[in-house]
């Protein structure tokens, strides 16, 4: 099974909607967790991290269930510059290996 | 502020030619540094990571090697290169210990074998 598992897409949505992505993980034992964003042939880059509270960035709210073990997206009023693949990212405790899911990709249409 | 900084940008190289990336990381000491391969539209794999100048931990058996000559300085070599080689190669480095912190990439190299 893998570390980290997501719906690949493509999301196609379009301009102002709401999505959602979901991603889970199966190791308990997972501490950290992030969402980066990668543009078409450039390095991901980091979108924001996931606390147990949930947080928000602007138009970007991250949410971890650890009891169900996934971590939620919610991308609200999307933009076009919103296209991008997304990708989720767990760590361990005493481990130094991020494990990545393979992505989801968004493209957002006027 | 820390950087990352890989070279060359792209690269074009025939089967069975010697292969050597650097990733060189600026304005911190002691990183975890990693090697990524991401094939065209897939998934990030990752190939090495380090937690100190020559500690080297290989993650999928393959042709390729790496090396950690100094603290921020990450390379990755292959004296004979495979079609299967071609991809995107992304170095990235995170902060030791730091639970709460992440991985930063650079800019990449896209590799083409033919």
């Known amino acids: 099974r893998k570390e980290v598992e997501q719906d690949p897409g493509p999301f196609n949505v379009p301009e102002g909607a709401t999505v959602a992505f979901n991603c889970t993980y199966s190791?308990?034992?997972?501490?950290?967790f992030f969402w980066y964003r990668q543009d078409c042939r450039k390095e991901p880059k980091l979108l924001m991290s996931?606390?147990?509270s949930g947080n928000e960035d602007g138009r970007f709210t991250a949410q971890l269930n650890r009891a169900s073990q996934y971590i939620s997206l919610l991308i609200r009023d999307s933009k076009l510059s919103d296209s991008a693949t997304y990708l989720c990212?767990?760590?361990?405790?005493?481990?130094?290996?991020?494990?990545f899911g393979s992505g989801t990709k968004l493209n957002v249409k006027p | 502020s820390q950087t990352i900084h890989q070279w060359p940008a792209t690269l074009v190289q025939p089967v069975g030619s010697p292969l050597s990336l650097e990733c060189t990381v600026e304005?911190?000491?002691?990183?975890?540094l990693y090697w990524y391969r991401q094939a065209a539209g897939r998934g990030l794999q990752l190939l090495f990571y380090?937690?100190?100048?020559?500690?080297i931990s290989s993650e999928v058996p393959q042709n390729l090697s790496a090396s950690r000559p100094q603290d921020r300085q990450f390379i990755l070599s292959s004296k004979k290169l495979l079609l299967s080689d071609s991809g995107f190669y992304l170095c990235?480095?995170?902060?030791?210990?730091?639970?709460?912190?992440?991985?930063?990439f650079g800019p990449g190299t896209r590799l083409t074998v033919l």
């Open positions: 990235a480095w995170s902060v030791q210990g730091d639970l709460t912190d992440t991985q930063y």
């Open positions: 190791n308990s034992a997972s501490q950290s």
């Open positions: 996931v606390y147990s």
């Open positions: 990212v767990v760590n361990r405790y005493n481990f130094n290996k991020f494990y």
């Open positions: 304005g911190t000491s002691n990183p975890n």
């Open positions: 380090s937690v100190g100048i020559g500690q």
